[in-house]
């Protein structure tokens, strides 16, 4: 299996401040995992890709220090979610790396910011 | 650079009937291709994929894909549509360092 989870499943916060979400591969080690951004009815749109021991690699546009990205162990990512404002409030999405080339994904947290 | 183009946002078909959703890859090294399906308010779950092996490719639920390069398509099938086939159905294609997806294809199973 390639089972993925995220926690919390949905997370409702007051604006201003910080959200931690979780990404564990329960089942496979993941050097690689990524983070994810979707909008209603609208694609993924890839944040950053984080490796295990370093830095995450954030697309253009992402703010590093807004979404705080942690690959401490090969099973765990963190996406930290900092200082929130409703624009924030989103589907977020991780996904790991088994293979070369297959990512499986957890099943989303969804951030609602008041 | 790559880029996926699905072509129909919304597709709808009767249960029992044939489903196509249709994929375009543009890719500048031999493409990794996947087909993924999102039920609401979950993540996505792969269907199936095509790493330059067979380019019929079988997965899971009853779906395919062939993989066409004079095309560069990457079309999702099924012979018979069920009523829990009802969901956003998203293409990807990987260059091994990250994945760019489709706009998606809601697919609505009529009863």
């Known amino acids: 299996g390639a089972v993925v989870s995220q926690h919390p499943s949905w997370v409702i916060c007051k604006s201003g401040t910080s959200v931690k979400i979780e990404c564990r591969s329960l089942?496979?080690?993941?050097?690689?995992m990524f983070w994810y951004r979707q909008f209603p009815k609208q694609s993924l749109m890839l944040m950053a890709t984080s490796n295990e021991g370093s830095k995450a690699t954030y697309e253009q546009g992402v703010e590093k220090d807004k979404f705080l990205i942690n690959h401490a162990s090969l099973t765990l990512s963190t996406l930290t979610v900092t200082s929130a404002h409703p624009e924030d409030s989103s589907f977020y999405i991780c996904?790991?790396?088994?293979?070369?080339?297959?990512?499986?994904f957890g099943p989303g947290t969804r951030l609602t910011v008041l | 650079a790559q880029s996926v183009t699905q072509l129909g946002s919304h597709v709808s078909v009767s249960e029992g009937a044939l489903v196509l959703l249709r994929c375009n890859y543009s890719?500048?090294?031999?493409?990794?291709l996947f087909w993924y399906v999102q039920y609401p308010n979950q993540g996505l779950q792969l269907l199936l994929k095509y790493t330059s092996a067979a380019t019929l490719v079988k997965g899971i639920n009853g779906f395919e894909a062939e993989f066409k390069k004079s095309e560069t398509s990457f079309h999702l099938t099924k012979p018979s549509a069920h009523m829990s086939d009802a969901a956003e159905y998203f293409c990807?294609?990987?260059?091994?360092?990250?994945?760019?997806f489709g706009s998606g294809t809601q697919l609505t199973v009529l009863p």
């Open positions: 890719s500048s090294v031999p493409p990794y």
């Open positions: 996904s790991a790396k088994k293979s070369t080339d297959t990512q499986y």
């Open positions: 990807a294609v990987s260059d091994a360092r990250q994945l760019t």
């Open positions: 089942d496979f080690q993941a050097t690689t």
